[in-house]
């Protein structure tokens, strides 16, 4: 991270979803880097024994705890070994994520498509309900939803992936409302496209639409995939507070948000950067 944007984290406590690979390491790492004690979360215990191991490599502290984030019991375990080994939450990143079927409606088994809900909307809402008592109770907490800028435009042969993600964003606006008087801020947050195994997939797999496997291909052939630095100073400078006058909001990897909070009460007082219907 660039000297202007350390953050000192030094006695909080993170919890990252997804956290085995991709923009999931690399957030728990910055966290990590940052002087938080973080718990990394993810259904493969190989990729969390080695997100683990960079970080304390590098002198950080971390813990892994396996789990699927659509498990209610099993989030309910690391919330409790998080707490137990840790120490309480102050900063929920929700990051796991699948793609879904990508391709026509009426090919795509019906299991797969609802399994798309289950780990991009369930998941942060299982994860979101376990850290919220304590967060409540010590009056402060950041909570970090990944989703999607695709929610903007229509992509038709993605559909369980972008209702998926409007859904968190809907979910983000409204919890924002609730838990800003207990000092909790919220957001929904759109990373851009870091090369990771999820674009790797979205580029290569015969089984994604072509619509939609052309846009990720053409990532690929002109070297435009966002570098990792970017969503990881956005998300650190959400994780440290220094956006919570933007809670409830949706960001993406392309706001200036410094200049965003130079001008909170305009996007205050007109509602901005949020998924609305306008007349």
Same mark, same amino acid.
């Given at each position: 991270?660039?000297?202007? $944007? ?18 999931? &390491?690399?957030?728990? $790492? ?7 004690? /973080?718990?990394? *979360? ?7 024994? %080695? ?30 070994? *998080?707490? @137990? %080994? ?28 609802? &399994? ?6 369930? #998941? ?8 919220? !008592?304590?967060?409540?109770? %010590? ?23 972008? /209702? ?27 990373? #851009?496209?870091?090369? *990771? ?33 970017? !969503? ?28 965003? @909070? ?12 949020? @998924? *609305?219907?306008?007349?």
């Amino acid at each position: 991270m660039p000297e202007d $944007q350390k953050y000192d984290l030094r006695g909080q406590v993170a919890i990252v979803t997804g956290g085995g690979r991709g923009t999931g &390491r690399a957030f728990a $790492q910055a966290l990590a880097e940052a002087g938080a004690s /973080v718990a990394v *979360t993810a259904r493969t215990q190989i990729e969390l024994e %080695q997100t683990v191991g960079l970080i304390r490599s590098a002198g950080g502290h971390a813990i892994s705890i396996q789990g699927d984030v659509s498990d209610s019991a099993a989030v309910e375990r690391v919330v409790k070994t *998080t707490e @137990l %080994q840790l120490g309480p939450v102050d900063i929920l990143v929700n990051n796991a994520g699948v793609t879904g079927p990508v391709g026509a409606e009426w090919e795509a088994d019906p299991d797969d498509w609802w &399994r798309t809900m289950e780990i991009n909307l369930r #998941g942060p809402y299982l994860m979101t309900r376990g850290v919220l !008592p304590g967060m409540v109770s %010590q009056k402060c907490g950041r909570i970090i939803n990944i989703s999607s800028a695709v929610t903007v435009r229509t992509f038709p042969y993605f559909a369980p992936y972008t /209702v998926s993600k409007a859904a968190i964003i809907y979910y983000t606006q409204n919890l924002a409302g609730q838990v800003k008087e207990h000092g909790i801020s919220v957001f929904a947050y759109h990373p #851009g496209g870091p090369e *990771t195994e999820m674009s790797r997939y979205l580029a290569e797999s015969s089984e994604v639409h072509e619509s939609v496997g052309n846009i990720f291909r053409g990532l690929y052939e002109r070297a435009a995939h966002t570098p990792m630095e970017i !969503p990881v100073r956005d998300v650190m400078l959400m994780a440290s507070g220094k956006a919570d006058a933007l809670t409830g909001r949706f960001l993406i990897h392309t706001d200036d948000q410094e200049e965003m @909070l130079a001008r909170v009460g305009e996007i205050e007082r007109d509602d901005l950067y949020v @998924l *609305t219907r306008r007349t």
